[in-house]
C-alpha cells in the first residue's frame, strides 16, 4: 500500500544522489518534497510537520561528519526516523489471570468483526484458546456476521440477539467464556463516532466489567486526516492498547498509520491484508519502514511463504534443484504455491527493488501471463514436462493449440525455464545474484 | 435541513470556521495563504487541488485588487464552489423499470446506503426492488433484508456464497415480472485493486444488461467521507470496471470533511448525488454544492 510513497521519496532521493555535498538547500528541497509525499499519503499535516523537522535537524548537523554519500544519509535518517514514528513491533499482552479480554473498537466499517475472527484464528493457531462475543446490537445483522465467522474458524461464542444491552451481553458473555475455559476473550463492539458521547460511553461502561488487558483501535487504512482526531477521540476516552490498520491489501499509501500512532503513543500491532480469515500480519515497524522507502519487504515475503508452503515439499524442491533435476512439471506445481501466496503485484512490492520496476506493469497482465504458462505447461506430456528437449517443432504446434497460445509462447517458456535452470545452477554452486538494495 | 446541518456543524466549526476566522480577524501575509493551505490539506482537499486552489485565490486578489478579509473569503468560496457542479437529476426515469448499481469498497456503506435510497425513492412515488448481489460477506444477505424491512422494500437473494451473478440476473427477471419500476443492486464490497473481484463486477454489471437493455442507469460508486487521498484512486478503478455514472458520500455525520470530492469531481466528473449523515433511515441527504459549500462557511448553521 506504501508504493506511492515509496516513489515520491525515491524520486527526490535519485535527484539528490550523484551531486556532492548536501547544502541545506538540498536538504530543504528534499524536504519539501518529503513533505508533500507525507500529505499525500494521507499523513496528518502536524505529524508530517514535527517528522520533517527531525529528519531536517539531523540531516543537516550529520552530513559532513560521515561518509555515507549525502542522499545515503537522508535516507538512512529518515528510515530510522520512520521506525521511530511507527514504534516498536505490537505485540499483544496477554499476561495476568485467564481469562484475558480484548475489546475491538472503531469507526463504522473499519473491519472490526472481520479482524475479531482473524484475531481468534490468530490466537487459536498460538494454542490460546479463544472466544468471541457478539456486542454490536446496532448494524443490522452484526451479530449473524460475527456468528458465521466463528462457525467458519470452529471458535465457541457469546451471543444474546440484538435486544440486551452490550454491556449486559459482554458480563454474561465472560461468564460462559469462563465456564468454557477459555484463555482470550475477544469483544466485538458496534462502529461508532469518537463524537457521538451515549456510544462512548457504552464502550467505556463495558471496558468497566471486562477490565481488558487490551483495547484495539482498528482502523481503515485509506483513512484521511480524520486519522488524528478519530485515534485521539479513542484513546483519550478509553485509553487504547493498540492499533489496527486494516484494508492494507489496497493501494492506499497508509499515512493514517503514522498519524495515529504519532498522536497517540500506542502501538501498531497488527496489519490486516485480506478478505480471507488468515490475512492478518504481526506488525512490524522496520520492514514498514522499508517498504515506505522502497526497500522491499522481503521478510514478510519469506514469513508468508512459510506459512503457505509445504515444508516438505519445498525442501524436495529444493534438492531437486540443487540437483539440476528440476522440471517443468516442478516449476507448475510451484507456481500452484506461489499462486496460493496472493496476487502477484502484492508479492512483487516485497521484493527490494522490484515495487519500483513494476510501478508501470499492470498486474493483471502478469496473471494473465501466469495463466498462460500454467495452459502451456498443462498441454504437454508427462514426458515432455519432465524432458522439453522432446519438444519438437509439430509437439510445440500440438501445445500451443491445445494451451490456446502461439508457438512463440511455448518457445518463449522454454528459453525462460532453461535460464531458470541456469540460475539454479549457480545458485547451486554458491553464486547467488546479487538484489539490488539501498544500502546493498 | 436539520440533518444537513447536524452533519456539517462540525465541518463548519473546526475548518472552514477557521478559515473564516483567519480570514476575518488578520491581514492577509504568507501566514495566512500557509493557514488557508493547511486547512484545506486537512479537509482531505488534497495536495494537487490545495496549490490550485489557492494559486488562483492569489491570483484573484492581487488582479481584483482584494484588501478585504471578507472579499478574499467570497473569493476562497467562489472557487471552492466553481470545482463542483450541480448534480444532474438521477438518471431514472422515461422506461418501465430503471436499475441503480451500487459499488465501493469494503464497508463504505453500501448497503446501508441502499436501505436509505429505497426508503427514501419509495416514499418519492417509487416502487422499488432490491436485489442481494452481495453473496459473499457473512451475514450481508440478513442486513440486507432487514434494511427491506425497514424501508417496506422486497428484496430478491439467493444463497451465501452463490453466484452473484445469478443472483442479480433472477432478480432483474423478477423486477420485471412483478411490475416494479426501479430495481436497486448491491454488491460486495472489495478493494479497487483486486484485479478478479473487479472483473467479476463488470461482468455483473454486464449481467443486468441482458435483461435489462440499456441497464443499469445509474452505477453509483459508494465513498466513505473519513477516506482520504485513496477515495480517487478508488473512483478511477471503479469507473473503469464498470462505468460508473456518480458518487454517495457517507459517513459526513463523522468530524470528517469530504474534501476528496472535489479532486473526484475535477479529474473524473463524477457527481455527488447523496450524502449519508447518520445510520438512520433518513439520513440520507441530496447533496447540494451550494448548500455544502455554503454550510461549510457559514458557521451560524444559517444558509
Ligand atoms: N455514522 C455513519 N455510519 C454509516 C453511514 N453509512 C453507513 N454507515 C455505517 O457504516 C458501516 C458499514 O456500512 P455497510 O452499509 O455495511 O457497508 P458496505 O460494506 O459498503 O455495505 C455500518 O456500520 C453502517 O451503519 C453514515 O452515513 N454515517
Ligand atoms: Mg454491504
Do not use: C
Amino acid at each position: 500500500m506504501f508504493e506511492s510513497l515509496t516513489e515520491r521519496l525515491q524520486e527526490v532521493f535519485d535527484q539528490l544522489a550523484g551531486r556532492g555535498k548536501l547544502t541545506e538547500d538540498d536538504v530543504d528541497k528534499a524536504m519539501r518534497e518529503v513533505r508533500m509525499a507525507l500529505l499525500e499519503a494521507d499523513v496528518n499535516l502536524k505529524v508530517a510537520k514535527d517528522f520533517i523537522a527531525r529528519v531536517k535537524a539531523r540531516a543537516v548537523g550529520a552530513e559532513v561528519t560521515k561518509n555515507l554519500n549525502p542522499a545515503q544519509q537522508v535516507v538512512k535518517i529518515v528510515h530510522e526516523e520512520l521506525i521511530a514514528t511507527l514504534g516498536e513491533a505490537g505485540r499483544l499482552n496477554l499476561s495476568g489471570p485467564s481469562p484475558r479480554v480484548i475489546m475491538m473498537v472503531g469507526l463504522q466499517g473499519s473491519g472490526k468483526t472481520t479482524t475479531a475472527a482473524k484475531l481468534a484464528l490468530h490466537l487459536r493457531r498460538q494454542n490460546k484458546r479463544p472466544y468471541l462475543i457478539a456486542a454490536d446490537t446496532y448494524r443490522p445483522a452484526a451479530v449473524d456476521q460475527l456468528v458465521t465467522l466463528a462457525k467458519q474458524i470452529s471458535v465457541p461464542y457469546w451471543e444474546e440477539g440484538i435486544t440486551v444491552a452490550p454491556p449486559e451481553i459482554v458480563r454474561h458473555g465472560l461468564q460462559a467464556a469462563r465456564d468454557a475455559d477459555a484463555s482470550v476473550v475477544i469483544v466485538d463492539t458496534a462502529g461508532r463516532l469518537q463524537i457521538d458521547e451515549s456510544m462512548m460511553a457504552e464502550l467505556a461502561a463495558i471496558k468497566a466489567l471486562a477490565d481488558p488487558a487490551e483495547i484495539l483501535l482498528v482502523a481503515d487504512a485509506m483513512t484521511g486526516q480524520e486519522a488524528v482526531r478519530i485515534a485521539e477521540g479513542f484513546d483519550t476516552q478509553l485509553d487504547i492498547t493498540g492499533l489496527v490498520l486494516t484494508k492494507v491489501d489496497g493501494d492506499a499509501r497508509g499515512g493514517a498509520a503514522i498519524s495515529m500512532r504519532a498522536v497517540t503513543g500506542v502501538p501498531i500491532k497488527f496489519l490486516a491484508t485480506g478478505e480471507k480469515l488468515d490475512a492478518l500480519e504481526v506488525f512490524h515497524p522496520d520492514r514498514l519502514a522499508s517498504r515506505i522507502l522502497g526497500m522491499g519487504d522481503i521478510l514478510s515475503l519469506i514469513e508468508k511463504a512459510e506459512q503457505t508452503f509445504d515444508a516438505r515439499e519445498a525442501e524436495k524442491l529444493q534438492r531437486k534443484m540443487l540437483r539440476n533435476e528440476f522440471t517443468l512439471e516442478d516449476f507448475r506445481q510451484q507456481m500452484q504455491q506461489v499462486k496460493r501466496l496472493g496476487p502477484i503485484g502484492q508479492l512483487l512490492d516485497m521484493i527490494p527493488g522490484v515495487g519500483r520496476l513494476t510501478k508501470d506493469v499492470d498486474m493483471s497482465e502478469a496473471e494473465l501471463q501466469f495463466k498462460k504458462i500454467e495452459a502451456i505447461i498443462n498441454s504437454m506430456t508427462a514426458r515432455e514436462r519432465r524432458d522439453p528437449r522432446l519438444l519438437n517443432a509439430s509437439r510445440k504446434r500440438r501445445v500451443a493449440q491445445g494451451s490456446g497460445t502461439t508457438v512463440q509462447d511455448v518457445n518463449m517458456l522454454l528459453k525462460q525455464f532453461r535460464q531458470m535452470q541456469n540460475m539454479m545452477q549457480q545458485i547451486g554452486k554458491g553464486r547467488l545474484p546479487k538484489i539490488p538494495g539501498m544500502f546493498g | 435541513m436539520e440533518s444537513l446541518r447536524k452533519g456539517l456543524q462540525r465541518t463548519r466549526q473546526s475548518f472552514f470556521g477557521r478559515i473564516a476566522q483567519t480570514l476575518g480577524t488578520t491581514e492577509i501575509d504568507e501566514d495566512t495563504w500557509d493557514e488557508i493551505e493547511g486547512l484545506l490539506i486537512q479537509a482531505d482537499v488534497g495536495v494537487d487541488t490545495t496549490v490550485k486552489l489557492v494559486g488562483r485565490v492569489r491570483s484573484r486578489v492581487s488582479r481584483e485588487g482584494l484588501i478585504k478579509q471578507a472579499q478574499v473569503q467570497r473569493a476562497l468560496k467562489e472557487e471552492l464552489r466553481g470545482l463542483l457542479d450541480d448534480p444532474p437529476p438521477l438518471n431514472l426515469s422515461g422506461r418501465d423499470l430503471s436499475v441503480i448499481f451500487i459499488v465501493g469498497v469494503n464497508g463504505s456503506g453500501k448497503t446501508t446506503s441502499i436501505g436509505k435510497m429505497a426508503y427514501r425513492l419509495k416514499n418519492a412515488g417509487r416502487n422499488p426492488m432490491i436485489a442481494a448481489g452481495d453473496t459473499f460477506r457473512a451475514a450481508a444477505i440478513e442486513q440486507l433484508q432487514l434494511w427491506g424491512e425497514r424501508a417496506g422494500v422486497p428484496v430478491v437473494a439467493g444463497l451465501p456464497n452463490s453466484d452473484p451473478g445469478a443472483v442479480v440476473y433472477d432478480a432483474a427477471q423478477a423486477a420485471r415480472s412483478r411490475g416494479h419500476d426501479l430495481l436497486i443492486v448491491d454488491t460486495a464490497g472489495r478493494l479497487h485493486t483486486k484485479f478478479n473481484l473487479m472483473q467479476e463486477l463488470t461482468k455483473i454489471r454486464s449481467v443486468i444488461g441482458k435483461v435489462i437493455p440499456d441497464a443499469p442507469h445509474e452505477t453509483l460508486l459508494v465513498l466513505d467521507g473519513t477516506t482520504g487521498q485513496n477515495a480517487l484512486s478508488q473512483a478511477r478503478h471503479f469507473q473503469e470496471a464498470v462505468n460508473v455514472t456518480g458518487a454517495v458520500v457517507t459517513k459526513l455525520d463523522s468530524t470528517a470533511k469530504g474534501g476528496m470530492v472535489f479532486a473526484i469531481y475535477q479529474e473524473l466528473k463524477l457527481p455527488v448525488h447523496y450524502i449519508g449523515v447518520g445510520e438512520g433511515i433518513t439520513d440520507l441527504l441530496f447533496f447540494n454544492p451550494d448548500q455544502f459549500v455554503d454550510s461549510l462557511f457559514d458557521e451560524n448553521g444559517r444558509s
